[in-house]
T-cell receptor, first 115, second 115 residues
Framework: SAVISQKPSRDICQRGTSLTIQCQVD?????MFWYRQQPGQSLTLIAT?????????ESGFVIDKFPISRPNLTFSTLTVSNMSPEDSSIYLC????????????FGQGTRLTVV | AQTVTQSQPEMSVQEAETVTLSCTYD???????LFWYKQPPSRQMILVIR??????QNATENRFSVNFQKAAKSFSLKISDSQLGDAAMYFC????????????FGTGTRLQVFP
């Protein structure tokens, strides 16, 4: 299994500011995934981050709003930029079981509240 | 595009009883994976069980089993001998074997377990 550490676990931010969420994995992985879970709703993929290349964003998500870094095979960051109350969500980092996509592991999530 | 539907926003069960959570999905693909994930209040997403579409036999993991009906595109989760620790949000998820980049989640079912 993979152990994923995500920081911060929660934060309350002022609108117009930015927050960077960190995701650290205890093993090297090719792809890291960032999901958003809006209050009372399901998880939606924001983007897929490969080491050494630009992140691939899903429809409805743009790099200017959610810039992602992937400096090495165990670490990634997601920034939520110019926040508004609509960005209040849980953000989760995820990786696949090494060599397989039959199981995804998740971090404990970052609960973001924008006021 | 693939979709996953969970028609039961909330379910409840008495401790030691059995409960079934429903999930239907829509896809034109023949090869894919289906998952049930549990999200307790800690927010940690935990894999409960998975099913490969090419396998006719229903997956079983201890007290958890699925009823996979490929033709009907149905994938229900049965929890036997329910325990208080089973209380959580349960998400059904789909992953294509052709485009493995993301999990597609249903909207979730909140399961309450009463003593």
């Amino acid at each position: 299994s993979a152990v994923i550490s995500q920081k911060p676990s929660r934060d309350i931010c002022q609108r117009g500011t930015s927050l960077t969420i960190q995701c650290q994995v205890d093993s090297q992985v090719t792809m890291m995934f960032w999901y958003r879970q809006q209050p009372g709703q399901s998880l939606t993929l924001i983007a897929t981050a490969n080491q050494g290349s630009e992140a691939t964003y899903e429809s409805g998500f743009v790099i200017d709003k959610f810039p992602i870094s992937r400096p090495n095979l165990t670490f990634s960051t997601l920034t939520v930029s110019n926040m508004s109350p609509e960005d209040s969500s849980i953000y989760l980092c995820s990786v696949d079981r090494t060599g397989s996509y039959t199981e995804a592991f998740f971090g404990q999530g970052t609960r973001l509240t924008v006021v | 595009a693939q979709t996953v539907t969970q028609s039961q926003p909330e379910m409840s069960v008495q401790e030691a009883e059995t409960v079934t959570l429903s999930c239907t999905y829509d896809t034109s693909e023949s090869d894919y994976y289906l998952f049930w994930y549990k999200q307790p209040p800690s927010r940690q997403m935990i894999l409960v069980i998975r099913q490969e579409a090419y396998k006719q036999q229903n997956a079983t993991e201890n007290r958890f089993s699925v009823n996979f009906q490929k033709a009907a595109k149905s994938f229900s989760l049965k929890i036997s001998d329910s325990q208080l620790g089973d209380a959580a949000m349960y998400f059904c998820a789909y992953r294509s074997s052709y485009n493995t980049d993301k999990l597609i989640f249903g909207t979730g079912t909140r399961l309450q377990v009463f003593p």
